[in-house]
């Protein structure tokens, strides 16, 4: 099994900047894309940006030209550098991984924890 531990959110003004931390654990053989997704109150969750192994990254327009996502693939780790924060970034953010435990097993997507991001205005 994989497990994700996200880090790094917090309460910042509007403006701010805030980075997010997702380092995966446990059996890992292999990991293919890592993303971050959010979810605000009584909204469905989204795709807020996502880095496949090679580097190739894509981003939800709202957050283009503001978050930047990188990953270490040595720490297994992916990170979200959020800048020029708005109000309506304020949700819950969560790591997901798509990852093989094993050579003997499919890929398996898989889910962080969340963590939360409050914008204040």
């Known amino acids: 099994q994989v497990q994700l531990v996200e880090s790094g959110g917090g309460l910042v003004q509007a403006g701010g900047s805030l980075r997010l931390s997702c380092a995966a654990s446990g059996s890992i053989f292999s990991i293919n894309d890592m993303g971050w997704f959010r979810q605000a109150p009584g909204k469905q969750r989204e795709l807020v940006a996502a880095?496949?192994?090679?580097?190739?990254?894509r981003y939800a327009d709202s957050v283009k030209g503001r978050f930047t996502i990188s990953r270490d693939n040595a720490k297994n780790t992916v990170y979200l550098q959020m800048n020029s924060l708005k109000p309506e970034d304020t949700a819950v953010y969560y790591c997901?991984?798509?990852?093989?435990?094993?050579?003997?097993?499919?890929?398996?997507?898989?889910w962080g924890q969340g963590t939360q991001v409050t914008v204040s205005s």
């Open positions: 997901n991984t798509e990852a093989r435990s094993s050579r003997y097993v499919s890929t398996v997507g898989y």
């Open positions: 880095i496949t192994d090679g580097g190739n990254t």
